[in-house]
């Protein structure tokens, strides 16, 4: 029970910081706008230098675990991730905020492949309610992100930082476990199989980021007040973590494939609310906070179906992060040019689209994998 609970609460206490680290942006993007006199269009840049570290780190991340003592990587990338929290106010120019989100951006992704990868290692196909935890942590951290930059943007970095060195210290005084063998029903899995399967990780993630970090000004935009703007995040979030509470619940009365088709249903319905709502208050309200629910359970319940199907190393996790990484860089800063030039409607609409496409590439990963 010790050896269980030990990684275990590890991982999840790292994806808590996580959840902050890579939610921190959105919530920020006013200030940030403010420092820099930038407008939305040029500030959406940031969200390109977060995901470009992103993708850098998640590469090279998965080679590393699958070489290396994996909570000693998992230590460094924390560290790499509390430099770019740490210096993060100290820029008032975009360049500086560029290269701050970058870094931030390595580390949250190294840090990212190594819970999931060790997690998976750790508890093998017991790992389905774990790993609705560990990323039930992600949103609870997220959750706390527009809470706390609202408060103190400065303050709230650094404290973020301060947390990433302790769990640092933490994890490399874990043993790591190691990469398991092959099982009976897990297939292999080549180069253009794991393409497919990380393009759903690439949509699902243009998705959730774009409209985490993109509905405060939404919100803006339609004339919510600055505190009725950011409490949308707040609920986004809200629902976020109550739709991975759920998920956890039903993790082991319902097989991933099912969890999966309802989730990405649950999101093209919310899309098609905000949509329908023009705007207007209450479908605001109610349509973020169905894409919470409904976008939250995806990711996790995705890697507990994929390590049923394929052997899952430290390189695939990479595939499927790295996947999410050019997600988040391509869809944000695709929607704030079109913000910027078409105005508010442009995010529900974009919502729409991206469900659809998340539902459709889960459906041909599926296929791919014999169903």
Excluded at 356 to 371: H, I, K
Aim: hydrophobic share 55%; proline share 4%; aromatic share 10%.
């Amino acid at each position: 029970m010790l050896e269980f609970r030990l990684p275990v609460v590890t991982y999840l206490s790292t994806f808590l910081v996580v959840g902050f680290s890579l939610s921190v942006l959105g919530p920020a993007l006013t200030e940030l706008r403010s420092r820099t006199g930038s407008d939305i269009a040029d500030i959406g840049i940031l969200f390109v230098g977060q995901s470009l570290g992103y993708i850098v780190g998640s590469l090279l991340g998965g080679r590393l675990y699958d070489r290396f003592d994996g909570h000693r990587v998992a230590g460094a990338s924390l560290v790499l991730m509390a430099t770019g929290l740490a210096i993060l106010p100290q820029f008032d120019q975009r360049g500086g905020l560029f290269l701050a989100v970058a870094i931030l951006g390595a580390g949250a992704a190294t840090t990212d492949v190594g819970a999931n990868t060790l997690l998976l290692w750790q508890l093998g196909a017991g790992s389905g309610r774990a790993m609705n935890m560990l990323h039930l942590c992600f949103g609870i951290g997220a959750l706390s992100a527009p809470l706390l930059v609202h408060a103190s943007l400065d303050m709230s970095v650094w404290g973020a930082a301060l947390v990433c060195l302790a769990l640092a210290v933490w994890l490399v005084a874990v043993p790591a476990p190691s990469a398991p063998l092959a099982r009976d029903e897990q297939t292999a899995h080549d180069r253009p199989m794991l393409a497919i399967l990380a393009s759903f990780f690439l949509l699902y993630v243009g998705l959730e980021v774009g409209f985490a970090g993109w509905v405060q000004t939404y919100g803006e935009e339609i004339r919510f007040s600055e505190l009725a703007a950011s409490w949308l995040t707040t609920t986004f979030w809200i629902g976020f973590t109550a739709g991975r509470l759920l998920a956890s619940a039903l993790g082991h009365r319902f097989r991933p494939k099912m969890l999966l088709i309802a989730s990405c249903s649950l999101t093209i319905l919310a899309a098609l609310v905000l949509v329908g709502g023009d705007g207007r208050t209450a479908p605001v309200w109610v349509g973020v906070a169905l894409m919470g629910v409904a976008t939250a359970p995806q990711f996790p319940v995705m890697l507990t179906y994929l390590e049923r199907r394929i052997r899952v190393t430290g390189s695939a996790t990479a595939w499927f992060v790295g996947g999410a990484g050019v997600g988040g860089l391509i869809f944000p800063w695709l929607i704030g040019r079109w913000f910027d030039a078409r105005g508010a409607a442009t995010l529900p609409w974009a919502m729409l689209v991206l469900g659809v496409l998340t539902f459709g590439s889960f459906g041909l990963s599926n296929r791919r994998l014999g169903g």
